[in-house]
């Protein structure tokens, strides 16, 4: 027999309002008491029942996140940070994967899923903000991670110029001067790359350094095999760069195997920053220094964010998670 919210309460003596309130990711619980009560929960193996929440609430207790490319580092961890925080407020996470192609999110941004989701958190990189716009389904969403989104829509992003300034100025301060930034995409509605790129430009005219277009490496995806091949044609021109700020790691562990490749010296002949904090990163020879984006927090405003449009319309937020430079060997 399945255990029921009052045996759970009985568990953790605590009353059944007080397991509901945890259950349902009420945020004004003590967090001494959620433990003891998810402790019940995990020991009697209570799990809601979701038919009758959706018969009583109108609700199904299903959320949708929906991402690029699930198989990212990035996305990867982010997908699973966002479950376990979800799982603890009593809400289960169906991940859809779009791989980047405009069709198909536009497919679930105006509703795919139809009634079965409460609420979609959005991870867009091909839509425009118009498409955005011009939503018509009323299943709440918000838009996660680096989208120039509509002032109308919740948006929970990291400070991509400021972090990817950071970046840059520390590559500065270590004496680099011919600094490529790796990760261009002009033909990308991706708001990603402009961002990072911006707070690149932003770094050097702080310098007092002109931009050199020819410094700015256009990659047609941000992975390690794009990475290697434009780190290759970098370190094979007349001039190639003392340094590089790759805007994914994934680019940046690309470039790390061409410079080994090619019998560059790192950090001594080429220095390089990644962006991401992915777990290669910091087992890779040398340890990558790059940009770490607080993915806990970004997961956890964007669920504060879609659980609280659940009890009717709210104005829309933009909201802004921390992000800090890990030093590491590659600087």
Not at 13 to 37: D, K
Not at 146 to 157: L, Q, S, T, W, Y
Not at 215 to 222: A, D, F, K, Q
């Amino acid at each position: 027999m399945n255990p029921k919210l009052r045996d759970v309460a009985e568990h953790a003596g605590v009353s059944v309002r007080t397991v509901s309130n945890v259950v349902n990711g009420f945020r004004y619980v003590a967090p001494a008491t959620r433990e003891r009560v998810q402790a019940s929960i995990d020991v009697l193996g209570y799990r809601p029942n979701l038919a009758a929440r959706t018969l009583r609430r109108g609700q199904t207790g299903l959320i949708a996140l929906v991402v690029p490319e699930i198989d990212s580092p990035y996305f990867a961890d982010l997908a699973a940070r966002t479950v376990r925080i979800a799982e603890a407020r009593g809400l289960t996470v169906l991940i859809d994967q779009t791989d980047g192609d405009p069709e198909r999110e536009k497919q679930l941004l105006h509703g795919r899923r139809g009634q079965l989701v409460d609420g979609v958190l959005f991870s867009p990189w091909a839509v425009p903000p118009a498409e955005l716009t011009a939503r018509t389904d009323t299943v709440p969403l918000v838009l996660l991670g680096e989208h120039d989104g509509p002032a109308g829509v919740d948006h929970v992003a990291i400070d991509n110029v400021a972090a990817a300034r950071e970046a840059t100025g520390h590559l500065l301060s270590r004496g680099r001067r011919r600094i490529a930034a790796m990760g261009v995409q002009p033909r990308s509605l991706n708001a990603t790359a402009r961002q990072r790129l911006e707070g690149y430009r932003a770094a050097l005219s702080a310098a007092g350094l002109p931009a050199d277009p020819a410094l700015e490496v256009p990659v047609r995806r941000l992975h390690r095999a794009d990475g290697h091949q434009a780190m290759l044609g970098l370190l094979d021109r007349p001039q190639p760069p003392d340094a590089v700020f790759c805007f994914t790691d994934e680019l940046a562990l690309g470039a790390l195997r061409a410079a080994a490749d090619r019998g560059v010296a790192v950090p001594d002949a080429l220095a390089v920053v990644g962006f991401d904090d992915i777990e290669d990163g910091r087992f890779s020879v040398p340890a990558l220094t790059t940009v770490s984006p607080d993915k806990t927090r970004l997961a956890e405003l964007a669920l504060d964010r879609l659980v609280s449009r659940f009890t009717g319309p709210q104005p829309p937020r933009s909201l802004v998670a921390p992000h800090r430079l890990v030093v590491r060997e590659t600087t």
